[in-house]
């Protein structure tokens, strides 16, 4: 590729990622009034799936990049269950959750694993777990840009806005969390944020960023109980 249309190609990367930043946040209007009648909720193991450049692939077996990713998975779940334990409930129990553990040894007993969650519907995923409300998602991370083509990245963006000293994403990815009401199966809440990975970050610091951004717009915390 000639180095202008190489260097176009790195400015268009960079313009769209800059425009993907702000999260799409939705609550059902029904949310307050449903939620008050929830006394446990479980966090379900996120299903995870952290993309790899070929040479990084053939260090990692298939079983080792698959257990890789079910403790991104889990890790998100720990630290969402913290956050309603610390945050949430700090002041008052707004709802009861499930313990991680409880919540993993029955799906291990039913044999579900984290990518089989979305063949159930959150109503039976409620009803197997004893729980009023579900809440689970997904975390997807595509192959990492080459140096090249980051490098060319963060240099336009440092033209573009020289404040700026993360430099441009060298890989993108979604991040999705639902809350589900177990009764009815409806979708109470629902979080998607476009994932923007620096030059330096790896998967594991945006597994925490994302959990800890998300976790701020969980509604729990507004209601009065």
């Keep these: 590729m000639k180095p202008k249309h190489f260097f176009l190609v790195a400015l268009l990367a960079a313009a769209c990622s800059l425009q993907s930043c702000s999260p799409s946040v939705y609550t059902n209007p029904s949310f307050t009034a449903v939620a008050k009648q929830h006394k446990t909720i479980a966090i379900l193991p996120f299903d995870v799936k952290v993309g790899l450049r070929?040479?990084?692939?053939?260090?990692?077996?298939?079983?080792?990049?698959?257990?890789?990713?079910?403790?991104?998975?889990?890790?998100?779940?720990?630290?969402?269950?913290?956050?309603?334990?610390?945050?949430?409930?700090?002041?008052?129990?707004?709802?009861?959750?499930?313990?991680?553990?409880?919540?993993?040894?029955?799906?291990?007993?039913?044999?579900?694993?984290?990518?089989?969650?979305?063949?159930?519907?959150?109503?039976?995923?409620?009803?197997?777990?004893?729980?009023?409300?579900?809440?689970?998602?997904?975390?997807?991370t595509d192959k990492p840009f080459s140096n090249g083509v980051a490098a060319a990245m963060a240099i336009y963006e440092l033209l573009a806005t020289p404040n700026i000293s993360l430099g441009a994403p060298t890989n993108t990815g979604m991040a999705v969390m639902k809350i589900y009401d177990g009764a009815t199966g409806s979708l109470l809440w629902n979080y998607e944020k476009a994932l923007e990975r620096y030059l330096g970050s790896d998967t594991n610091t945006i597994t925490k960023a994302i959990t800890r951004k998300a976790a701020k717009r969980i509604p729990y915390a507004k209601l009065k109980v």
Aim: charged content about 30%; proline content about 3%.
């Design 54 to 140: 070929p040479n990084e692939m053939r260090d990692m077996t298939e079983e080792r990049h698959y257990e890789l990713e079910r403790q991104h998975g889990r890790a998100i779940q720990g630290a969402l269950q913290v956050h309603f334990l610390q945050t949430i409930n700090k002041k008052k129990e707004k709802v009861k959750v499930q313990d991680i553990a409880t919540t993993n040894a029955i799906l291990l007993e039913q044999d579900i694993q984290p990518e089989e969650l979305t063949k159930y519907t959150p109503a039976e995923l409620a009803q197997m777990l004893g729980v009023d409300a579900v809440m689970m998602g997904s975390l997807t």
